[in-house]
């Protein structure tokens, strides 16, 4: 079936670094643009990187610019946000999501991000 | 960037009511508008996308209508599985953002 599995988050000390990955299943990875977003304890949703299909285009949020990195892997059907410079305030639950170019259809789980 | 702005920031609500919560944009987004349903320990759900059309498995009880930078979603006779948090968000031009949600409880 469709599916997103996120990895790699965990306890980190501030100024640290780490790096998430998102295996896809499913679907035709090579033909979808992939976002990454993370809601902070007690707060809301929050974009904050995306990256086109083919790694042509990539945008992040002014939060995490110059700290954060996406990039993907077509043949191993797997997206990563490389995280640097982690601030206390990184803590979250980060999520990658399917773009289907109007919405993002097709999220995973999620994976833990402490920064402390 | 874009800003999205979604009230009432909380809601109660009854079963069978209907409800509608609305999100307003900073600039025009045409009809680049999507609306999402989060549930606590869960991943968020996407409802409506293009402002007004209804994600595949969606129940028929949730609409979305609006364009430019006033919208609004409607979910009639509403069920217990609906208390959640909804957001919109605009996927007109990066970055993305999302509304601050919307909680909606049980009266």
């Known amino acids: 079936q469709v599916q997103l599995v996120e990895s790699g988050g965990g306890l980190v000390k501030p100024g640290g670094s780490l790096t998430l990955s998102c295996v896809a299943s499913?679907?035709?990875?090579?033909?979808?643009?992939m976002t990454w977003i993370r809601q902070a304890p007690g707060k809301g949703l929050e974009w904050i990187s995306y990256?086109?299909?083919?790694?042509?285009?990539?945008n992040n949020a002014d939060s995490v610019k110059g700290r954060f990195t996406v990039s993907r892997d077509n043949a191993k059907n797997s997206v990563f946000l490389r995280m640097k410079s982690l601030r206390v305030d990184d803590t979250a639950v980060y999520y990658c999501?399917?773009?289907?170019?109007?919405?993002?259809?097709?999220w995973g789980q999620g994976t833990t991000v402490t920064v402390s | 960037d874009i800003q999205m702005t979604q009230s009432p920031s909380s809601l109660s609500a009854s079963i069978g009511d209907r409800v509608s919560i609305t999100c307003r944009a900073s600039?025009?987004?045409?009809?680049?508008l999507n609306w999402y349903q989060h549930k606590p320990g869960r991943a968020p759900n996407l409802l409506i996308f293009?402002?007004?059309s209804l994600q595949g498995g969606v129940p028929s009880r949730f609409s979305g209508s609006g364009s430019g930078s006033a919208f609004t979603l409607t979910i009639n006779n509403l069920q217990p599985e609906d208390f959640a948090t909804y957001y919109c968000?605009?996927?007109?031009?990066?970055?993305?953002?999302f509304g601050q949600g919307t909680k909606l409880e049980i009266k």
């Open positions: 499913g679907f035709p990875f090579s033909d979808y643009s």
């Open positions: 293009g402002a007004s």
């Open positions: 600039q025009s987004i045409t009809t680049y």
């Open positions: 968000q605009q996927s007109y031009s990066t970055p993305f953002t």
């Open positions: 999501a399917r773009d289907q170019s109007r919405g993002l259809d097709v």
């Open positions: 990256i086109s299909s083919s790694s042509t285009f990539t």
